[in-house]
């Protein structure tokens, strides 16, 4: 509060919960730390203001799922400049210029690697945007943000963890066996993720999602 005004009793329970929040979560030690990977993640990430050690060993996990994503981006990007020069050599090829209007090979073979080109410059857009992401712990005052991973349940027993990043939507991950999907803030989704917490529900097509944890 400015000096001369009244505390807000809600900002002062506010500070209240995150004190309790914090030293609370001071107590937790290291060494007992879940064996899945998921609840390593979400155990470090509760720890993350009160210990180096903790932070580096979180930040050591997201930068693992980070530079897979980074793998995954270059191996489609060398496939997609692969195909991009075979469709260019068709295209361009003598046997294919066209002699009349209805041989049309070359030309289809020109649109091709155009598409293809176009394809290899988003995926390298992509990868600019990873390499320059940081993702940052889950704050239960923000909500879900860009970078965080989520574990969603529906009524039917289905379960599904998803990785909130800036681009790439649809690369599957694997991680100590764990399949995680990555999707972005442009899709539905995403965009329904965004400030959400456990408890919260979303909806994707017809089918109902609670948000279980975040991590």
């Known amino acids: 509060a400015a000096d001369g005004e009244a ?7 506010s500070l209240q919960d995150m004190l309790e929040r914090m030293a609370a979560r001071k107590n937790q030690a290291l060494n007992e730390l879940p064996q899945d990977p ?8 509760d720890y993350e ?10 930040q050591e996990l997201m930068e693992q799922l980070q530079q897979q994503v980074l793998q ?24 294919n210029i066209a002699e009349n209007k209805y041989d049309t090979l070359g030309l289809e073979a020109s649109y091709l690697a ?8 988003a995926i390298r857009e992509a990868m600019a945007l990873w390499r320059q992401f940081c993702p940052r712990p889950y704050n239960d005052s923000q909500g879900i943000q860009l970078g965080a991973l989520i574990w969603l349940g529906n009524t039917g ?19 100590d066996g ?5 999707i972005t803030p442009h899709a539905p989704l995403g965009r329904q993720l965004l400030g959400q917490g456990p408890g919260d529900q979303v909806q994707a097509a017809t089918q109902a999602w609670e948000v279980l944890r975040v991590e």
Do not use: Y
């Not at 998921?38 to 990430?45: D, F, P, S, T």
């Not at 191996?75 to 046997?95: F, G």
């Not at 155009?114 to 410059?121: D, I, V």
């Not at 764990?178 to 990555?182: P, Y």
């Open 7 to 13: 505390p807000d009793p809600d900002q002062q329970q």
């Open 38 to 45: 998921a609840g390593q993640i979400k155990a470090l990430q």
């Open 49 to 58: 203001f009160m210990d180096n050690n903790a932070r580096e060993a979180f």
């Open 72 to 95: 995954r981006l270059a191996d489609d990007l060398l496939h997609t400049e692969q195909a991009a020069r075979a469709a260019h050599e068709t295209a361009t090829h003598e046997e």
């Open 114 to 121: 155009t598409g293809q080109a176009r394809r290899a410059e």
């Open 157 to 175: 027993g289905g379960r599904q963890c998803l990785l909130l990043g800036p681009d790439g939507a649809g690369l599957k991950l694997q991680h």
């Open 178 to 182: 764990q399949e995680i999907t990555l």
